[in-house]
């Protein structure tokens, strides 16, 4: 399946590619992309941010 | 007869005042652009709302610029495929970003703490940009465009809207994506960001317990520290007026 799923995402593919679950049926692109998604969600969730300028930073560029 | 007085507080008859006392009610000046934020704003997540304003940004620089030149240039320029693909792409991002940040909002139970309208309107922006979005693909003038509407109408012909919403009418699909859709989406966004900024960002849900959403903030001082010491409590606007308060 791993290579398919990165054929599809390949900006170069001309053909498209359908996944099947029952009545479901979504385009591998769309689903490349929503999977993509929700790892942006979890990594958001998890990543820890970037410290910004402390109060004494600030204070001190005040001066 | 009441004269313009000079005093803040005082009654007056002169709509400026009027105005100008309304939208300080509304979000007093130190919450416009505030330089402060609680600590749990340190989070990746909260992201996700400026990077979707950003987006937006991106499509309507490109929009205008595609409204301007006109068809023929989008499609035969190669300046213009550029234009037109960046406005594609900044949408494909507007949405992304707007999608992972109603995730993130609704995990968070983002209507806590009176901001129920804040929510809404952000549901509603959402459904207005589908809309938008749709009634793009319908204006791109190819046979892509083509191809969409005539699918599209028998599924908006069998709800019943397909009398005054006619997707397959060109000019009424591009005033609709270019002029309607645009200034409704626009008004949309506007409130949902004077909501967001009159109220504040939503603390996460354990560092609030819903009990306590609805009392007062007694200690003016607390939130005056340092943001890496905030308490995880957000007051409510009518709780803390003066400029620059943290919030």
Same mark, same amino acid.
């Given at each position: 399946?791993?290579?398919? +799923?990165?054929?599809?995402?390949?900006?170069?593919?001309?053909?498209?590619?359908?996944?099947?679950?029952? +009545?479901?049926?979504?385009?591998?692109?769309?689903?490349?992309?929503?999977?993509?998604? +929700?790892?942006?969600? +979890?990594?958001?969730?998890?990543?820890?941010?970037?410290?910004?300028?402390?109060?004494?930073?600030?204070?001190?560029?005040?001066? | 007869?009441? !004269?313009? #007085?000079?005093?803040?507080?005082?009654?007056?008859?002169?709509?400026? @005042?009027?105005?100008?006392?309304?939208?300080?009610?509304?979000?007093?000046?130190?919450?416009?652009?505030? *330089?402060?934020?609680?600590? &749990?704003?340190?989070?990746?997540?909260?992201?996700?709302?400026?990077?979707?304003?950003?987006?937006?940004?991106?499509?309507?620089?490109?929009?205008?610029?595609?409204?301007?030149?006109?068809?023929?240039?989008?499609?035969?320029?190669?300046?213009?495929?550029?234009?037109?693909?960046? %406005?594609?792409?900044?949408?494909?991002? $507007?949405?992304? $970003?707007?999608?992972?940040?109603?995730?993130?909002?609704?995990?968070?139970?983002?209507?806590?703490?009176?901001? !129920?309208?804040?929510?809404?309107?952000?549901?509603?922006?959402?459904?207005?940009?589908?809309?938008?979005?749709?009634?793009? &693909?319908?204006?791109?003038?190819?046979? *892509?465009?083509?191809?969409?509407?005539?699918?599209?109408?028998?599924?908006?012909?069998?709800?019943?809207?397909?009398? $005054?919403?006619?997707?397959?009418?060109?000019?009424?699909?591009?005033?609709?994506?270019?002029?309607?859709? /645009?200034?409704?989406?626009?008004?949309?966004?506007?409130? %949902?960001?004077?909501?967001?900024?009159? %109220?504040?960002?939503? #603390?996460?849900? *354990? !560092?609030?317990?819903?009990?306590?959403?609805?009392?007062?903030?007694? *200690?003016?001082?607390?939130?005056?520290? #340092?943001?890496?010491?905030? #308490?995880?409590?957000?007051?409510?606007?009518?709780?803390?007026?003066? /400029?620059?308060? @943290?919030?």
């Amino acid at each position: 399946m791993w290579p398919s +799923v990165l054929f599809a995402a390949s900006p170069l593919s001309g053909r498209s590619h359908y996944l099947h679950w029952g +009545v479901i049926q979504i385009s591998l692109t769309n689903f490349v992309i929503i999977v993509a998604m +929700v790892v942006i969600f +979890v990594l958001a969730l998890v990543v820890p941010f970037p410290h910004g300028r402390s109060q004494d930073d600030e204070r001190d560029s005040d001066r | 007869m009441n !004269a313009i #007085p000079t005093a803040e507080g005082a009654p007056s008859r002169s709509w400026t @005042v009027r105005l100008r006392r309304r939208i300080q009610r509304t979000v007093p000046e130190g919450q416009w652009l505030p *330089d402060r934020q609680p600590t &749990y704003v340190r989070s990746w997540i909260y992201v996700f709302g400026v990077a979707t304003l950003a987006a937006l940004v991106c499509v309507l620089a490109s929009g205008i610029i595609l409204t301007i030149k006109g068809s023929a240039w989008w499609h035969v320029s190669s300046v213009g495929h550029f234009v037109n693909s960046l %406005h594609l792409w900044s949408v494909e991002l $507007f949405f992304a $970003f707007m999608v992972i940040h109603l995730w993130g909002k609704f995990f968070m139970a983002a209507w806590r703490g009176r901001r !129920a309208l804040t929510w809404i309107t952000g549901a509603v922006a959402f459904v207005g940009s589908i809309g938008t979005a749709f009634t793009g &693909y319908l204006t791109q003038s190819n046979f *892509d465009s083509q191809w969409i509407s005539t699918q599209a109408k028998d599924g908006l012909n069998s709800v019943g809207i397909g009398a $005054f919403f006619n997707v397959l009418n060109p000019a009424q699909m591009l005033l609709w994506h270019i002029v309607l859709l /645009p200034l409704i989406v626009g008004f949309l966004v506007v409130a %949902h960001l004077i909501l967001v900024r009159r %109220h504040g960002v939503v #603390p996460p849900i *354990d !560092a609030l317990p819903p009990e306590a959403e609805a009392e007062p903030v007694a *200690d003016e001082a607390a939130l005056r520290q #340092p943001h890496e010491m905030l #308490p995880h409590k957000m007051p409510q606007p009518q709780e803390i007026e003066k /400029p620059g308060a @943290v919030r």
